[in-house]
Nanobody, 124 residues
Framework: VQLVESGGGLVQAGGSLRLSCAIV????????MGWYRQAPGKDRELLAT???????NYVHSVKGRFTISRDNAKNTVYLQMNNLKPEDTAVYYC???????????????????WGQGTLVTVSS
């Protein structure tokens, strides 16, 4: 799976960032996609999903602050993050929903099927 995340950085609490995920493997571009994050010492968690038709879902912790979207013509998925909090600090990843590794190898964390992620650091 070729997924390239970008857009992370250092931001103050209350600030905004927009993450992008380029889906290089075009066969995935019509699948349901999700944004995930992994904070230090914690498991990787699913934050938001978007179907091929554009339906979205969010976990409670980011609902109302984060917006997932996709541009199928550009094979790109976005995550607009507003009102960022220090607890949002993590490495952010995109992947299919569920992650492609769970389908192909049965492993959620199979590194062959994750991009490098993009680091978001929110200072207080």
């Amino acid at each position: 799976v070729q997924l390239v995340e970008s857009g992370g950085g250092l931001v103050q609490a209350g600030g905004s960032l927009r993450l992008s995920c380029a889906i290089v493997r075009s066969s995935l571009s019509r699948k349901a996609m999700g944004w995930y994050r992994q904070a230090p010492g914690k498991d990787r968690e699913l934050l938001a999903t978007i179907s091929s038709g554009g339906s979205t879902n969010y976990v409670h912790s980011v609902k109302g602050r984060f917006t997932i979207s996709r541009d199928n013509a550009k094979n790109t998925v976005y995550l607009q993050m507003n009102n960022l909090k220090p607890e949002d600090t993590a490495v952010y990843y995109c992947n299919t929903d569920p992650p492609f590794g769970t389908i192909v190898s049965g492993s959620f964390y199979d590194p062959r099927y994750w991009g490098q992620g993009t680091l978001v650091t929110v200072s207080s």
